[in-house]
Nanobody
Framework: QVSLVESGGGLVQAGGSLRLSCAASGLTFSSYALAWFRQAPGTEREFVAGTAKSGGATKYADSVKDRFRISRDPVKKILSLQMSSLKPEDSATYYC?????????????????????WGRGTQVTVSS
């Protein structure tokens, strides 16, 4: 059974940093493109960052580029998101997701409908 479990969320002041983790089990890690999405109340789920099955290619939303960094550890089967220079508008529930569709070298897609598995999310709140 596939499981994605996020952790690392919390309350942080604007300008601060957080590191989110997503522990994966029940799947072959290298067979999935992995991504982080976020959703604030009353909004649609939006793509934040993604990484290819190979772990090479990465992609970021313009709103987080140069502030967030996605990485994956194939040995520990953990997807991470290092977030820095946080802003109040980054406040949301953050979800990790896995998609087995893309080619090995292609970065994860931005469309949430592409994804096969989702975690339950971790809350990030950035105070001003």
């Amino acid at each position: 059974q596939v499981s994605l479990v996020e952790s690392g969320g919390g309350l942080v002041q604007a300008g601060g940093s957080l590191r989110l983790s997503c522990a994966a089990s029940g799947l072959t890690f290298s067979s999935y493109a992995l991504a982080w999405f976020r959703q604030a109340p009353g909004t649609e789920r939006e793509f934040v960052a993604g990484t290819a099955k190979s772990g090479g290619a990465t992609k970021y939303a313009d709103s987080v580029k140069d502030r967030f960094r996605i990485s994956r550890d194939p040995v520990k089967k953990i997807l991470s998101l290092q977030m820095s220079s946080l802003k109040p508008e980054d406040s949301a529930t953050y979800y990790c997701a896995a998609d087995d569709g893309p080619p090995y070298l292609n970065p994860a897609p931005r469309d949430p409908r592409s994804y096969d598995y989702w975690g339950r999310g971790t809350q990030v709140t950035v105070s001003s």
